[in-house]
């Protein structure tokens, strides 16, 4: 084992079971190991890495605010974020952003808001969340809280009061009182790569607006282009009263965002929230130069490689079915175990991810053709050997 595996191992809270992969250098979707071997990604680094390693311009971006200011705090005006705040806007409608540096971070924010809005018009009492059985919306007390996988809530009692979790089903969430929002992944990312269905998406959002309960959506994975559109909720037709961000906004760097619509734009004012780093110069500077390259062309690009991706692993026997959109997929499969397939792949250089018992794909979104093609050939010897 290199030393660094062990310094490693001796010195880091052991809370990642990690794969024995110590990876020293990237470029696009290929990534190097300590002994020089190559890899193609299938993960981004759990959706973060939406340029692939290493971007040319993205270091560029990231490197000209680096010299310029690195940080000033939240007292003072800088340029990266109030232009990353105007294209978010421009891109998805919404009012108001948020700047922190997590998607646990942007959906406490969202919960937050949601009290306030609810506190603000109606009073005490009107504080419920309602989330979706089997979501993930992040390791934070309240999000965790949130998160509905009773595997997840282990050791940690007592948790916050004020979170009721549903099934699908919109007669149980009808019945449910004092609710202030209703928080959800339109694609449950953690869960296994579930789709939510559109109708029922639809029908509880009209709940939420006939009954003035806020619909926060969690893209913290789904969004940024990783489902062939900046946001999913565009694929379900619907605008979100608070969408929250995170993992592929940054290219790398760490940021969340909660975008607000109309309804709660002004519900935090000062000093009802903040984040020291949040909104941080460097890491928006990263993220504006993201944007600037998600365009159309590239969301295009995302459908259909996501498309042709999808139709090449149906094709694999012992596959049983394939879930997601654009490029954010989960395999299920028929009788091996998605972590020992991973464990192979990577032996033969190639790196997905898995999602409760499905294998999980979320390449970088400038992976090549041929790199897919290289890395679905690798997944079908894996899965029919
Ligand atoms: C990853 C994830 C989070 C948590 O994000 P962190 O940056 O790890 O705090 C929240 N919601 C969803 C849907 C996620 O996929």
Same mark, same amino acid.
């Given at each position: ?94 009012? /108001? ?14 919960? /937050? ?73 339109? =694609? ?14 639809? $029908? ?11 619909? =926060? ?16 909720? $565009? ?107 991973? /464990? ?22 400038? =992976? ?18």
């Amino acid at each position: 084992m290199d030393e660094i595996k062990e310094k490693d191992k001796k010195y880091i809270m052991g809370t990642y079971g990690r794969y024995d992969l110590h990876i020293v250098s990237g470029k696009g979707a290929l990534c190097r190991d300590e002994q020089g071997k190559s890899y193609i990604d299938l993960g981004s680094g759990i959706g973060v890495n939406s340029l692939g390693w290493c971007d040319e311009g993205w270091i560029k971006a990231v490197e000209a605010q680096l010299e310029k200011l690195q940080h000033s705090s939240n007292l003072y005006f800088t340029s990266p974020g109030a232009l990353l705040a105007e294209a978010l806007s421009a891109r998805t409608g919404c009012k /108001k952003v948020f700047f922190c540096n997590s998607g646990a971070e942007a959906n406490e924010a969202a919960i /937050k808001t949601a009290r306030k809005y609810s506190f603000d018009k109606y009073g005490a009492g009107r504080h419920n969340v309602i989330t979706l059985k089997k979501s993930f919306h992040g390791r934070t007390m309240a999000t965790l809280t949130a998160t509905a996988q009773e595997s997840m809530h282990d050791f940690f009692f007592p948790f916050n009061a004020g979170f009721i979790y549903c099934e699908k089903d919109m007669d149980e969430i009808r019945a449910q009182k004092n609710v202030c929002a209703v928080m959800l992944e339109f =694609i449950q990312g953690e869960g296994g790569v579930i789709p939510l269905d559109e109708e029922f998406v639809k $029908e509880l959002f009209k709940w939420c607006e006939q009954n003035d309960i806020l619909f =926060i959506a969690d893209e913290v994975q789904t969004g940024v282009g990783r489902t062939g559109t900046f946001l999913c909720s $565009e694929q379900y037709g619907i605008k979100p009263d608070i969408t929250t961000l995170a993992k592929g906004l940054g290219g790398g760097l760490p940021i969340g965002a909660m975008l607000a619509g109309e309804k709660c734009e002004k519900t935090l004012g000062a000093g009802a929230h903040g984040s020291t780093f949040g909104g941080n110069p460097v890491v928006c500077a990263g993220a504006n130069y993201v944007l600037s390259r998600i365009d159309e062309d590239m969301l295009k690009e995302v459908r259909r490689k996501g498309a042709a991706l999808k139709a090449s692993l149906e094709g694999i026997k012992g596959v049983k079915s394939v879930s997601g959109k654009g490029l954010m997929l989960g395999l299920e499969l028929e009788k091996k175990k998605a972590a020992d397939v991973v /464990k192979e792949c990577i032996s033969r250089g190639v790196i997905p991810l898995t999602a409760k018992d499905r294998v999980r794909l979320l390449p970088p979104l400038v =992976i090549t053709n041929e790199q897919l093609e290289k890395a679905v050939s690798v997944l079908k010897e894996v899965i029919e050997g």
